[in-house]
């Protein structure tokens, strides 16, 4: 939500006058600013809380030049939302993780994938894709393990159903975690 359009529901929802909200919505701009500048908290009931904090000085390497570059501390504005707004947002999210379905499709997949790996708990790939590439990493599993990976995808998807598969894919999932290129 952009100013205008924040000016505009407020002015909508009390009845006040745009040109109102418009300079109420300025001076609590303004007093928060001030106030987080003094050390002050700013608690916004329901939103959450705006506060500074003091960042420590550190070292960092420069992205052109390569050299180390010496930084001193500073304060920084922070937000800490209230569990109200917490809680619109996890709604919002998908929470497949707490259906036990979905738990058992994972904890198969990963038992597939961990039956596979050799002793040593590395494998032989090294993913170079994101975690949502999910075409990309079944198709470098099978090129790099063949038989063994379309054994694992059979079994795969003769124990987890069908919905399951098609919302989120574990195998795939399970695989990237292993072998991404990060670890």
Known sequence: ??????????????GYARNDVLLT???MC????EAMSDGEEV???GVG??????RGPRTMRSVSTGDQVYLDGRYIAQFKPARPLKAMLIER???????PDHQAAWQQAETLIDDMVDSNGKGALKLECGPTET??????CRDTFGDRWS?????YSATVPDEIRQERNYLAVAAHRRWAATR
């Open 1 to 14: 939500m952009k100013w205008r359009e924040l000016i505009d529901e407020v002015a909508d929802r009390t």
């Open 25 to 27: 919505l300025r001076a």
């Open 30 to 33: 303004k007093i928060s600013q």
């Open 43 to 45: 608690v916004l009931r």
């Open 49 to 54: 809380t705006l506060f500074g904090t003091w």
């Open 93 to 99: 999210s998908p929470q497949t993780w707490q259906d």
């Open 135 to 140: 075409d990309t990493i079944l198709a470098a």
């Open 151 to 155: 054994k694992i995808e059979a079994t």
